[in-house]
């Protein structure tokens, strides 16, 4: 689903981030790239608390690819018990003292360990109605999403294909497209991230590695996406 609302007035309704820059920021300082998805867990909190302090009610971050898969089987398992660590100690605890806050986990999860999956799934339970939802996205793919949108459709005979049928069956199909998409690191790609769904994203890339990320860095932003006149192929009236 779309956001159509063109007012430049507030701050986004729907923010997504690609998290970049932690195995480099940990290389500068002579680190393990595991030291620095450790420091990166930490900018996740700041800028999940700016988001909703500034309005924005959907937030997603890209935390583990699909591609990701072809790092070092250490790295890849780093990072899953970083994951699972995090939602326990902090995501879980968030959510309870918050009865306005749910956490989503866009991808496929079947992959992901065991225990790690459950909690995904449970976590995702405890989360339904909530009026503002952080997705973390694990195991996510922007042409898979596209992929399997379409077999879902097609295996419930929602036939012909239309884009309204398309966005029904999107992993993130419970939330309006990204207002702004934002890009630490410095790289300027879409790494396959919510391909469908930022067709008419505003951009923003950083230079900031993303463990150095601050609440300024992501109200600077919203500032910039403020400035910014969203036509959706249109014109200016």
């Given at each position: 689903?779309?956001?159509?609302?063109?007012?430049?007035?507030?701050?986004?309704?729907?923010?997504?981030?690609?998290?970049?820059?932690?195995?480099?920021?940990?290389?500068?300082?002579?680190?393990?790239?595991?030291?620095?998805?450790?420091?990166g867990a930490?900018?996740?909190?700041?800028?999940?608390r700016t988001a909703k302090d500034e309005g924005v009610r959907y937030l997603t971050l890209f935390a583990f690819s699909t591609e990701n898969w072809k790092r070092p089987r250490e790295e890849v398992d780093a990072i899953m018990e970083l994951v699972y660590r995090y939602l326990k100690a902090k995501a879980l605890?968030?959510?309870?003292?918050?009865?306005?806050?749910g956490i989503m986990f866009p991808g496929d999860k079947s992959p992901l360990p065991q225990r790690l999956r459950?909690?995904?799934l449970y976590t995702e339970r405890l989360s339904r109605g909530r009026q503002?939802?952080?997705?973390?996205?694990?195991?996510?793919?922007?042409?898979?999403?596209?992929?399997?949108?379409?077999n879902s459709a097609i295996g419930k005979g929602e036939l012909p294909l239309n884009e309204e049928i398309i966005s029904r069956h999107l992993y993130t199909s419970y939330m309006p497209d990204p207002d702004l998409v934002?890009?630490?690191?410095?790289?300027?790609?879409?790494s396959n991230f919510l391909l469908w769904q930022s067709a008419y994203s505003e951009y923003i890339i950083l230079d900031t590695l993303?463990?150095?990320i601050s609440s300024g860095h992501l109200r600077?932003?919203?500032?910039?996406y403020n400035t910014r006149v969203r036509r959706f192929g249109g014109l200016k009236s």
């Open positions: 689903m779309q956001n159509t609302d063109k007012s430049n007035k507030a701050s986004p309704l729907s923010v997504a981030i690609i998290m970049d820059g932690n195995g480099r920021w940990a290389t500068r300082r002579g680190l393990p790239r595991t030291e620095g998805h450790l420091a930490e900018a996740v909190e700041t800028v999940i605890p968030m959510i309870e003292k918050d009865p306005e806050l459950e909690l995904c503002s939802i952080v997705s973390i996205a694990l195991n996510y793919g922007g042409r898979a999403d596209i992929v399997n949108a379409a934002i890009r630490t690191g410095g790289e300027h790609r879409i993303w463990p150095d600077e932003c919203i500032s910039e």
